[in-house]
C-alpha cells in the first residue's frame, strides 16, 4: 500500500471458492469499512451498509432511505443521484430497509464508471440536504382533498395490512418483546402522519455516521482505486470533527456513541399464541399461520446450518414430512410450507403456512407437533438428511458460479452489525466457512439430529400467529378511514386545505429545481466497447458457430459434438433428431432444459396447462414397464439433482402468470456432471413417463384453488392479469389459459368430474399430455455445462421411441389486443390503487425502431426521468412505469401503489402530450444517460458465464444471434427524432381512447376515481368484483 493510502489496513482476506477471495480493509482516520470480493465480472456491485436501530414504529430508517436520493451538500438537487449513475453506465441507485440496516446499492458496468459515483453516493448518504420540501413530497403531505399522500405513505398503506405484513409484526413482538427487532422500520402509516422531519435528522445524526458505514464492493476493482476516490470524502467527514454533525460524540467526533443492537435482548421463555384479522372481501378465503422460535446466538454458525438442514428435510419437497402430512393430501391444511431465519443477534426460524383453508386455521398449530413427535418417534431419516447435506453444499458451490456476491454480501452484512471484530475477525471467517461446516454436518449421528429437533423445536418455547380473513374487518377498516378522511378534512377547513396545497406546489417546484448542466457533464460516459462482455462458444444444431471471437475454439467444439464413439473406439457423425443447443462454460455442472411449443394445443386443453406444471415433477413414472412410485421418484430426484422445475414461459415460475415467450413450456434439470445420463433420464420420464393417478390430480387442483385466494390479494398482479385477459385471444394464448379466475372455475368443475367419471377425466388429461409431447418437432433442448467432461455430450438424446426427424423452423408468437373498455374493480384486500393500461405496439426485436422505443422508455421510466419525476417525485404513487414486450406484439404502462390514480394516470398522459408539442423537449445529454443505462442493463444480463448461456438461448427466440452486442450497437446510433417518431406512433397510444385499461381500488375509492377519470375523459365501467368481470 503507497504512503497515500497508509491509513488503510487490511484487517483479514479470506480466501472463498473458485480462488474469489474477500479483504476488508478499515481507515484509522475515519473508522471507515471497505471490504472488496474479487470476482471475473464486467458488473461492479456497491452495497453501502449502516446499522439503523428502531425503537418505534415511526419508519425513520425507511423515511431516511427515500430522503437520502433527494440531494447532498455537494449536490443539493432531487434525483441527481441517478442521473449521475445513469451516466457512469449504471441503471440508476436503489436501496432497502431491513429490521436492523439500510443499504444502498449501485451497480455499473465496468470500474470507471463505479469509481466517479463512489463520492457523490457517500455524499449523499453522510451529507444529505433533508429539507422539509422533499419530506412533504416523498414520504407524506395532505393534498387539496383532505387526503394524505406521498412516496412512503402510499407504500406503507399498501403494505401495512396484508396477512404477510400483519403477522410478521405480530410475531416479531411476541418472539423479541420489547427489543429493537419487533419494531416496523417502514412506519405505520399513523405514525408516518405525526413524524417529524427533526425527529428524522436527529435519527441521521445518531446512525449515518462513518464509524457505523461499510461499503461492499464486488467486481474487479483495485483497493487503491477505491482509496483514491474516497480521498475527499474522508477529508470532509475529518473536517466535520467539530461540528453539529458529530455534536454528541463523547470519544472520538466521527465515531458513534454505542454500537447499534448493543443491548441484550430479552429472553424467550413461554409459549404464546395470538389470532388476528386482516381485511379481505371473501370471508371464506384462505388464511396464515406462522410459528417461531429463538435457536440462539448469531455466532453459533454450526447450530444455524444445522437448522436449515433439519428444516429443509421437514419442508423441502413432496415427501418431507410435513408437506406429506399437510399439502400433499385430498383436504390439505395448507398449499405453501416455507421457512425462513430471523438472523439478528439472537437468530429466530420462522415456519410459515400458507394457503390455510380457514376452518383449519385453529388446527395448523396441533398438527404441526404431533407430525414432529411421530417423526421424532420414528427417528430422522438418516440416509436421507445426509442426501439433503450434500444437495446443500452443491447448491451453494452452483451459486457462487451464478451469483457469488448473493452468497457473501449478505455475510458480510451480519458480521458487521453483530460480529466481534476484536478477534482478528474469526467470527467472519468461521460464518464463510460453508463447506467445511456442512461437510462436518454429514457426519453427525442420528441422535445429533433427533435431539435438535427435540431440544430446538419440538420442546423450544415458541410463538404462533394464527391470521384469520375478516370481511367485518375489510368494512370496518373503510369505514374508519372514510370518517377519519372527513374528520381531517372539516377539522383543517378550506382555507388551510388551500394553504397546504399552495405549500406543497411551491415543495414540488423546488424540489424539481435542475441541476446546472455542467454538473452533470463533468461525469463523462465511460467507453461501453472498452468493457468486456462474456462471451461463450455454444453450438445450435450440427452448425458450426462461425460467430465466436474464438474461432479455435468454436473448432474444438464442433468437433466434440459431431463425433460419437461407438464400441470405445470407433466413430460416426451424431446428428439430432430435435433442434438442440449446447453451451460450453467453465462449470462443475450440468443445467438442461427441454422446452415444448404449446401453440398447436387444441383450445379445450390449454387449460390444462396449470395443472400439468402443478404435477410435474410430482407424480409416480413408468419405467420399464413397472410404475415407479411418487415417493420412490422425488427420492431419486433429490439424490442426483441440485434442482429441477416446470415453467410456462421463462421465469413463469407462477402457477397463474406466464413468464417472458409464455407459449412454451420448459422443463429444466441441474446437477453434477457425471450424473449427466440420469438427469436426461429423470426428464424423459417426467415429460413422457408418468403415470397420472386420480389422487395426485386431485391433490394438485385442490391446492392451486387455495392458491388463488392468495393471488387475489396482489393488486398489480390482478390488474396486469386482468388486463391480459381482456386483450390476449381466449382461445389460442396461456396468459388467457392460466389467469387465476379461469383457472378457479377450471379446476372447480374439474374435481367435480374426477368425482363423477374418474376413468374418463383421467384419460382426457393424458389426452393432453400425449398432445403436449409427441410431436418432436414442437421440441427444443439446451445443455449448459464444461461439456468437455462429457464424453459423447448428444449420445443420451439419440434415437428412442419418443424421437422423430424433422426440426421445426421457429417462430415468434404475438398477441393481438381487442378493441378496449375501461374497468375499475373495487377489492377489499388493497388500500392502494393499481393499473394497468395496454396497447398495440412492436412485435419483433429486429423492429428497427425497437433500440429507439427502449431508449424512449429509459429516458421516461428511469429514476429522475420524467414519469419518476412528476407521479413518484409529487408522492402520486410508489412506482410507475412502460414495458415494452414484443413477443406479444404489446406496450404496456403500470401504475404502483397510488394514492391517487386519477391524478398520477393524468400526469402521464401530460407527460407524453407536452412531449409531442413541445412544451417538454428531449435533453440530447439526458438521453445520452438513458442509453448508458441502457448498455448497463444489456451488460448486467451476463454477468456471469451461466446467464451468458441463458441470454444465448432467448436469443433464438428473439430471432437475433447475439442479441445484447447488436442492440448496444444499435442503441447508441439512436437519436432524438427516433424518439420523438416512437413516442408519437407507440408511447401516446397508451393512453389513447382505444387503450385498454384496468384500475384495482379499494372499494371506498371506486366512485370518485370513476368521476375522477370522467372528468379528464376517460369513461370507465365500474365492476362489482372480480367474480363479476370474469364470469359474466
Known sequence: MSKQFSHWETVVEIPLENNYKVTRYHSKKTQLKVSIIDIPTPIVNGYFVLGTEANDDYGCPHVLEHMIFLGSEEYPYKGIIDSIANRCLGTGTNAWTATDHTAYTVSTAGTEGFLNILPVFIDHILFPTLTEDGFKTEIHHIDENGEDNGVVYNEMKGTENT????????LTRMIFKNASFASETGGKVSDLRNLKLETVKEFHEKYY???????????????????????????????KQEGALYKNDTSQPNEISERPFSTRVPKFLKSEEKT?????????????????????????????????????????????????????IEDPYCTIIDYSFL??????????????????????????FEILNKELDKGIDLERIRIIIKNSKLKYLK???????SLIVNELIKDFLYGNQANDYFELQETLRVIEITDNLIAKPQDYWNNLLNDKIINEPHATVISEPSKEKSTQDQTMEKERLLKQKEELGEERLEELQRKLKNSIKINNIEAPKEVLLEFQIPNVNKIELISIPFQINEELNKNYFDHTMSKKLYNHLKLTKINNNDTSNTTLPIWSQFDH?????VTIRVIIDTTDLP??????????????????????????????????????????????????????????????????????????????DYLKENIWNTFFTAEKLKIAAQNLIIDVDTFKRNGISIALESLRYKIFNKEKSNHVATNFMLQQKFLTDFLKQLDENEEETIQEFTKFRDLLVSNLTNFKIQVTSNLFKIENPKLPWEGGDTMQTTIKKRKQRKELIEKKKNVIIGLGSVDSGFSAHGTNSISSYSDEYYPALMVAIEYLSSMNGFIWKRIRGQGLAYGAGILSRPEHGNLYFYLYRSGNPVLANK????????????????????????????????????????????????????????????????????????????????LIQLFDNETNVVLIVNPLKVEETVKGLKEIGQETQQIESLEKFYLD
Not at 399 to 405: A, C, H, N, R, V
Request: aromatic fraction near 12%; include cysteine.
Open 209 to 239: 455516521r462513518s464509524s457505523n458505514l461499510e461499503l461492499i464492493i464486488t467486481g474487479k476493482i483495485q483497493p487503491e482505486e477505491i482509496f483514491e476516490r474516497l480521498g475527499k470524502i474522508e477529508n470532509k467527514i475529518i473536517s
Open 585 to 589: 462454460i467453465n462449470s462443475l455442472f
Open 603 to 680: 383450445p379445450q386443453y390449454r387449460k390444462y396447462l396449470s395443472l400439468y406444471k402443478e404435477i410435474s415433477f410430482k407424480s409416480p413414472i413408468v419405467r420399464n414397464n413397472k410404475i415407479i412410485e411418487q415417493e420412490q421418484f422425488i427420492k431419486e430426484l433429490e439424490k442426483d439433482t441440485i434442482d429441477y422445475s416446470t415453467q410456462i414461459g421463462f421465469y413463469g415460475n407462477s402457477n397463474f402468470v406466464t413468464g417472458s415467450f409464455g407459449q412454451y413450456l420448459i422443463f429444466k434439470v441441474s446437477g453434477e456432471i457425471s450424473k449427466y445420463q440420469l438427469l436426461i
Open 399 to 405: 451459486l457462487f458460479e451464478t451469483s457469488p456476491q
Open 343 to 368: 438472523e439478528f443477534s439472537e437468530t429466530a426460524s420462522l415456519i410459515s403456512f400458507e394457503g390455510v383453508p380457514k376452518k383449519k386455521l385453529k388446527l395448523i398449530q396441533e398438527k404441526f
Open 163 to 170: 396477512p404477510e405484513s400483519l403477522t410478521y409484526h405480530a
Open 276 to 328: 388476528i384479522v386482516f381485511p379481505e372481501d371473501d370471508e371464506e378465503s384462505t388464511g396464515l399461520v406462522s410459528i417461531s422460535q429463538r435457536i440462539g446466538k448469531y455466532s453459533d454458525f454450526e447450530l444455524t446450518n444445522s437448522m436449515i438442514i433439519l428444516w429443509s428435510y421437514l419442508t423441502s419437497s413432496t415427501i418431507s414430512p410435513l408437506q406429506q402430512a399437510l399439502v400433499e
Open 907 to 986: 400526469e402521464a398522459l401530460q407527460i407524453l402530450e407536452n412531449l409531442i408539442n413541445g412544451k417538454f423537449e428531449f435533453d440530447e445529454d439526458e438521453i445520452d444517460s438513458a442509453k448508458s443505462s441502457l448498455f448497463s442493463s444489456v451488460i448486467k444480463k451476463v454477468e456471469t458465464a451461466s446467464e451468458a448461456s441463458f441470454e444465448c438461448l432467448i436469443d433464438y427466440f428473439r430471432n437475433i444471434p447475439n442479441f445484447g452486442k447488436k442492440l448496444l450497437n444499435k442503441i447508441q446510433k439512436v437519436n432524438k427524432e427516433d424518439m420523438i417518431y416512437v413516442l408519437k406512433k407507440y
